[in-house]
């Protein structure tokens, strides 16, 4: 018998595939067994991912419950300050002025000297030094702009 030729068209990459393929027998154990594995990855995959959200959701919690005993140790720690007798003096005398019988109190404001009180170079001259009254200028220029007869002689073409 005559051996037949390939065809050119074909490479040997295709036919090394065909073959293999062709080679793979599959069991109808085998096939229930993928079947089953499938299913399997498709009921555990959705349960799984809801399994991670909530173990987010802890975590994001605990951290809450951490943060909410910190600020609870801190409010605590204030509260017992205040129950101090001497703290609520200090308090009183620094926050509202309070003074014992007698006592005399100076408040000095800005007692220390600074450096940068110096006072910087004027920008413009003529933007530091105004002619007259801001005030009266804007309301003498605003009246006369409403009781104007004419408008000013200008390109009017704008208007029209």
């Known amino acids: 018998m005559a051996r037949r030729a390939t065809p050119p068209s074909r490479s040997r990459a295709q036919l090394s ?11 109808g154990f085998a096939v229930i067994m993928l079947g089953l594995v499938i ?3 498709f009921v555990l995959v959705p349960s799984a991912s809801s399994y991670i959200d909530m ?18 140790a801190d409010l ?3 509260r ?3 129950h101090d007798p ?17 006592e005399v109190v100076y408040l000095i404001e800005d007692d220390v000297e600074r450096d940068d009180a110096v ?16 005030m ?20 009017s073409s704008l208007f029209r």
């Open 17 to 27: 595939a065909r073959e293999w393929l062709g080679g793979i027998r599959l069991s």
């Open 39 to 41: 299913m399997g990855a």
């Open 55 to 72: 173990r987010q959701q802890v975590a994001q919690a605990e951290a809450g419950v951490e943060l909410t005993q910190q600020e609870i």
């Open 76 to 78: 605590e720690r204030e």
């Open 80 to 82: 017992d300050r205040w």
């Open 86 to 102: 001497a703290f609520i003096k200090s308090e009183a005398r620094e926050r509202l002025y309070y003074v014992k019988p007698g």
């Open 119 to 134: 006072e910087p170079d004027p920008v413009d001259a003529d933007v530091e030094e105004t002619q007259g009254d801001w």
């Open 136 to 155: 009266g200028t804007m309301l003498t220029s605003i009246v006369t702009s409403g009781l104007a007869q004419q408008g000013t002689s200008g390109d």
